[in-house]
T-cell receptor, first 114, second 114 residues
């Protein structure tokens, strides 16, 4: 079965600084990888996904993530954050052969300070 | 286009009481899911329905039952609520049962069990 670990529970940064949210996964088969974002008092929405092909994936709001198969990682990055990026971010994985059962990481709270 | 609608948004129960969380989607999706979200634990799958007429247990099914009433609706029932079931519950749906699918989430139902 797959598992996901988000290495930082909280990441505080200043506005316009770069940020990286780290995600490692574990699986014995090929996987699909996702980042979802949850703004306060809302449901989750997709930020970006890796299904196949190019290992660098671009998402909404200027975020990107890189799939690294050898290190089993899928870190999320943004070169310059805004106050409005303050939210909780979830990494998630599904195995290619196991249907649509996603496993989520514990979440990383990104707080952007002025 | 409402997407995924959950009711109620908030509920307070006493230990031992029962209640049903309702979920409906208007996107003609085949697969539906119930997750619970707890601080520091991410989202955990309670039950899912890969297609109309089928339901399966997820990671944390104990204390819950589900009904896939029709293609649109998927309800979650707590027969005898316990304080450990205090959580935020999210319903989600996908077009089909593929790991590549993106989940569409409802806004969540916050349940407190006293």
């Amino acid at each position: 079965a797959q598992s996901v670990t988000q290495l930082d529970s909280q990441v505080p940064v200043f506005e316009e600084a770069p940020v990286e949210l780290r995600c490692n996964y574990s699986s014995s088969v090929s996987v699909y990888l996702f980042w979802y974002v949850q703004y306060p008092n809302q449901g989750l929405q997709l930020l970006l996904k890796y299904l196949s092909g190019s290992t660098l994936v671009k998402g909404i709001n200027g975020f990107e993530a890189e799939f690294n198969k050898s290190q089993t990682s899928f870190h999320l990055r943004k070169p310059s954050v805004h106050i409005s990026d303050t939210a909780e971010y979830f990494c998630a994985v599904s195995e290619v052969t196991s249907g649509s059962r996603l496993t989520f990481g514990e979440g990383t709270q990104l707080t952007v300070n002025p | 286009n409402a997407g995924v609608t959950q009711t109620p948004k908030f509920q307070v129960l006493k230990t031992g009481q029962s209640m049903t969380l309702q979920c409906a989607q208007d996107m003609n999706h085949n697969s539906m899911y119930w997750y619970r979200q707890d601080p520091g634990m991410g989202l955990r799958l309670i039950y899912y329905s890969a297609s109309e007429g089928t339901t399966d247990k997820g990671e944390v099914p104990n204390g819950y039952n589900v009904s896939r009433l029709n293609k649109r609706e998927f309800s979650l029932r707590l027969e005898s609520a316990a304080p450990s079931q205090t959580s935020v519950y999210f319903c989600a749906s996908t077009p089909g049962n593929s790991g590549a699918n993106v989940l569409t989430f409802g806004a969540g139902s916050r349940l407190t069990v006293l």
